[in-house]
Protein backbone atom coordinates (compact mmCIF):
# COMPACT_ATOMS: atom_id res chain seq x y z
CA UNK A 1 0.00 0.00 0.00
CA UNK A 2 1.10 3.37 -0.86
CA UNK A 3 1.64 5.95 2.00
CA UNK A 4 -1.24 6.43 4.31
CA UNK A 5 -1.97 10.41 5.02
CA UNK A 6 -3.73 11.92 7.38
CA UNK A 7 -7.52 12.93 6.71
CA UNK A 8 -8.10 10.51 3.92
CA UNK A 9 -10.70 7.99 4.26
CA UNK A 10 -9.62 3.77 3.49
CA UNK A 11 -11.25 0.15 3.74
CA UNK A 12 -9.86 -3.04 5.64
CA UNK A 13 -9.51 -6.01 4.44
CA UNK A 14 -12.82 -6.88 5.81
CA UNK A 15 -14.51 -4.02 3.91
CA UNK A 16 -14.53 -1.52 6.64
CA UNK A 17 -14.20 2.37 6.43
CA UNK A 18 -11.55 3.86 8.96
CA UNK A 19 -10.60 7.62 9.24
CA UNK A 20 -6.60 8.39 9.92
CA UNK A 21 -6.28 11.44 12.03
CA UNK A 22 -2.35 10.78 12.87
CA UNK A 23 0.42 9.19 10.98
CA UNK A 24 3.35 10.39 13.68
CA UNK A 25 2.78 8.32 16.57
CA UNK A 26 5.65 6.32 18.77
CA UNK A 27 6.37 3.01 18.87
CA UNK A 28 5.34 0.06 16.29
CA UNK A 29 2.48 1.60 15.48
CA UNK A 30 2.32 5.50 14.28
CA UNK A 31 -0.72 5.51 12.46
CA UNK A 32 -3.77 6.52 14.47
CA UNK A 33 -7.22 6.44 13.44
CA UNK A 34 -11.15 5.24 13.75
CA UNK A 35 -12.58 2.50 12.06
CA UNK A 36 -16.49 2.11 11.33
CA UNK A 37 -18.19 -0.65 12.93
CA UNK A 38 -21.30 -1.55 11.77
CA UNK A 39 -21.69 -5.01 13.62
CA UNK A 40 -24.37 -4.24 15.98
CA UNK A 41 -27.16 -1.76 17.24
CA UNK A 42 -26.09 1.30 16.20
CA UNK A 43 -23.14 2.34 13.86
CA UNK A 44 -19.86 4.06 15.75
CA UNK A 45 -16.49 4.41 15.38
CA UNK A 46 -13.70 2.55 16.99
CA UNK A 47 -10.29 3.91 18.25
CA UNK A 48 -7.50 1.80 16.41
CA UNK A 49 -4.07 2.29 15.57
CA UNK A 50 -1.74 0.36 12.53
CA UNK A 51 1.68 -0.31 11.38
CA UNK A 52 3.65 2.35 9.44
CA UNK A 53 2.62 -0.12 6.23
CA UNK A 54 -1.31 0.11 7.29
CA UNK A 55 -0.38 -3.52 9.14
CA UNK A 56 -2.53 -4.76 11.86
CA UNK A 57 -0.40 -7.39 13.36
CA UNK A 58 3.31 -7.87 11.94
CA UNK A 59 3.80 -10.30 8.95
CA UNK A 60 -0.01 -11.65 9.16
CA UNK A 61 -2.53 -11.11 7.02
CA UNK A 62 -5.31 -9.47 9.53
CA UNK A 63 -9.41 -8.24 9.02
CA UNK A 64 -8.30 -5.01 10.14
CA UNK A 65 -4.86 -4.44 7.54
CA UNK A 66 -5.94 -1.14 5.66
CA UNK A 67 -5.94 -2.46 2.03
CA UNK A 68 -7.50 0.15 -0.25
CA UNK A 69 -8.39 4.14 0.05
CA UNK A 70 -11.91 5.40 -0.46
CA UNK A 71 -12.63 8.05 -3.46
CA UNK A 72 -12.75 11.36 -2.19
CA UNK A 73 -16.59 10.96 -3.38
CA UNK A 74 -17.89 7.88 -0.93
CA UNK A 75 -18.65 10.11 1.89
CA UNK A 76 -20.92 6.79 2.74
CA UNK A 77 -23.39 7.92 0.29
CA UNK A 78 -24.40 10.87 1.10
CA UNK A 79 -22.64 12.47 -2.24
CA UNK A 80 -24.74 10.21 -4.40
CA UNK A 81 -27.70 10.81 -2.06
CA UNK A 82 -27.79 14.54 -2.42
CA UNK A 83 -27.00 14.25 -5.93
CA UNK A 84 -30.14 12.52 -6.72
CA UNK A 85 -32.24 14.62 -4.18
CA UNK A 86 -30.82 17.46 -5.88
CA UNK A 87 -31.80 16.18 -9.58
CA UNK A 88 -35.28 15.31 -8.38
CA UNK A 89 -35.37 19.29 -7.19
CA UNK A 90 -34.40 20.29 -10.68
CA UNK A 91 -37.06 17.58 -12.42
CA UNK A 92 -39.29 18.92 -10.18
CA UNK A 93 -38.82 22.58 -10.82
CA UNK A 94 -38.39 22.06 -15.15
CA UNK A 95 -42.05 20.48 -14.73
CA UNK A 96 -43.35 23.39 -12.73
CA UNK A 97 -42.24 26.32 -15.58
CA UNK A 98 -42.98 23.88 -18.65
CA UNK A 99 -46.72 23.24 -17.22
Known sequence: MKKIEV???YKTRDGKVVKIYAT????RYPIQGAM???GGRW?????MTWMKDGSFVKGVPDQQDIV????PSSNYGVSGIMRKIVAIILLILLF????
Open 96 to 99: VIIY
Open 7 to 9: GKE
Open 36 to 38: LNT
Open 68 to 71: TKLL
Open 24 to 27: DGNG
Open 43 to 47: DHFIK
